[in-house]
């Protein structure tokens, strides 16, 4: 049988013994009259973590996005945000769907967004264009390979937008903080709302948060109903959350050192498509292949499994289910694989 190391995303992560055990013995109660106090204490603890006023529990990442743009916008407005992030190309139109926006999509190719280009969008208000509502940018950026921001660079996108709210995915906020050494605090700062989920390299098995000012936060309740969202005894989640927020964040360190080698291996074994094993700071391979899609077929065969974000693009994801030997035999597998010729 041959070996199979699942890198396909660190979605596939499964709760650890600890979670199961807070699971099972959690307080819970009706959610839906605050009366939950596992989800309370998950709720305060992220608050608190990156600093803002307070914080709502919600089912997925996809939800706290949409929830944020629907606190954020009225339909007609324009958001600003680069073209591969999730709120624009992974969530099925979800934005359009939920709150009849549209988006200004910028290159984000590196992760970053580019200070002048979102200045322009914002400047062509005055050429007949939509209202500019907010700005969204993802940190750690998933399609450029889990690239962090830098932290001044967020805060002078922050200042240069004036009184425009920055909304920050932060779906790896916490890979982000482990490769950087910023502290979560100091990058959601220049953000007026933030989320995070639980459930990709922090192991939980479901859950994202929200966070942001109070008053934001119980609009984003009233959302989190209307899209479906609001939960009862919530807390034998929450709990799991409660587990990743306290353990799972400085073993990211870990995955981000076998996404490196990882990286070294690929990039050695696809000469073809210039990648730069040194642009793998977190968790996340990526890079194009001309076949990218044939790669991914073939490295299945071998047990290396993986996937693709765009047409031409693989993706390789380091996650706690990953261990060094995974990635000795991945880097085995890698040493004598070529695609075949089609
Ligand atoms: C995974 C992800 C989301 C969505 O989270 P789900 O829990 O899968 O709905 C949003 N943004 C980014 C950057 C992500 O990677």
């Given at each position: 049988?041959?070996?199979r190391?699942?890198?396909?995303?660190?979605?596939?992560?499964?709760?650890?013994?600890?979670?199961r055990?807070?699971?099972?013995?959690?307080?819970?109660?009706d959610?839906?009259?605050?009366?939950?106090?596992?989800?309370?204490?998950?709720e305060?603890?992220?608050?608190?973590?990156?600093g803002?006023?307070?914080?709502?529990?919600?089912?997925?990442?996809?939800?706290?996005?949409?929830?944020a743009?629907?606190?954020?916008?009225?339909?007609?407005?324009?958001?600003?945000a680069?073209?591969g992030?999730?709120?624009?190309?992974?969530?099925?139109?979800?934005?359009?769907?939920?709150?009849?926006?549209?988006?200004?999509?910028?290159?984000?190719?590196?992760?970053?967004?580019?200070?002048?280009?979102?200045?322009?969008?914002?400047?062509?208000?005055?050429?007949?264009?939509?209202?500019?509502?907010?700005?969204?940018?993802?940190?750690t950026?998933?399609?450029?390979?889990?690239?962090?921001?830098?932290?001044a660079?967020?805060?002078?996108?922050?200042?240069?937008?004036?009184?425009?709210?920055l909304?920050l995915?932060?779906?790896r906020?916490?890979?982000?903080?482990?490769?950087?050494?910023?502290?979560?605090?100091?990058?959601?700062?220049?953000?007026?709302?933030?989320?995070?989920?639980?459930?990709?390299?922090?192991?939980?098995?479901?859950?994202?948060?929200?966070?942001?000012?109070?008053?934001?936060?119980e609009?984003?309740?009233?959302?989190?109903?209307?899209?479906?969202g609001?939960?009862?005894?919530?807390?034998?989640?929450?709990?799991?959350?409660?587990?990743?927020?306290?353990?799972?964040?400085?073993?990211?360190?870990?995955?981000?050192?076998?996404?490196r080698?990882?990286?070294e291996?690929?990039s050695?074994?696809?000469?073809?498509?210039n990648?730069?094993?040194?642009?793998c700071?977190?968790?996340?391979?990526?890079?194009?292949?001309?076949?990218?899609?044939?790669?991914?077929?073939?490295?299945?065969?071998?047990?290396?499994?993986?996937?693709?974000?765009?047409?031409?693009?693989?993706?390789?994801?380091t996650?706690?289910?990953?261990?060094?030997d995974?990635?000795?035999?991945?880097?085995?597998v890698?040493?004598d694989?070529?695609?075949?010729?089609?």
């Amino acid at each position: 049988m041959t070996r199979r190391v699942d890198l396909r995303s660190d979605t596939v992560t499964q709760p650890t013994p600890a979670m199961r055990d807070a699971m099972a013995n959690a307080p819970v109660g009706d959610d839906g009259y605050a009366e939950d106090p596992t989800v309370n204490a998950l709720e305060e603890r992220f608050a608190q973590i990156v600093g803002k006023d307070a914080a709502v529990f919600v089912p997925s990442g996809v939800m706290a996005n949409q929830i944020a743009v629907r606190v954020l916008t009225r339909p007609g407005d324009l958001i600003v945000a680069g073209r591969g992030q999730h709120v624009v190309s992974f969530e099925m139109g979800a934005s359009a769907r939920n709150s009849s926006v549209q988006f200004a999509t910028l290159d984000d190719t590196n992760g970053a967004l580019e200070l002048s280009d979102v200045l322009d969008v914002i400047e062509a208000e005055g050429d007949h264009q939509p209202h500019v509502a907010m700005v969204a940018v993802e940190n750690t950026h998933m399609p450029s390979g889990g690239t962090p921001w830098d932290v001044a660079a967020l805060r002078a996108l922050a200042q240069a937008i004036g009184g425009r709210p920055l909304y920050l995915d932060g779906a790896r906020l916490f890979n982000a903080v482990v490769a950087t050494g910023t502290s979560a605090q100091d990058f959601c700062a220049p953000a007026t709302l933030v989320m995070t989920c639980l459930s990709k390299g922090l192991c939980a098995p479901v859950g994202s948060l929200l966070a942001g000012p109070a008053h934001m936060m119980e609009a984003a309740r009233v959302e989190r109903k209307r899209l479906g969202g609001a939960m009862r005894q919530a807390g034998i989640l929450a709990a799991a959350g409660l587990v990743a927020l306290d353990t799972m964040i400085d073993r990211l360190g870990e995955d981000h050192r076998r996404a490196r080698q990882l990286a070294e291996a690929f990039s050695a074994a696809f000469p073809e498509s210039n990648y730069d094993p040194a642009t793998c700071r977190t968790n996340i391979v990526a890079f194009n292949h001309p076949r990218a899609r044939q790669v991914v077929d073939e490295l299945v065969l071998r047990g290396v499994e993986g996937g693709t974000v765009a047409p031409r693009r693989v993706r390789f994801v380091t996650h706690a289910g990953v261990s060094d030997d995974d990635v000795a035999y991945a880097v085995e597998v890698l040493r004598d694989f070529r695609p075949s010729a089609t």
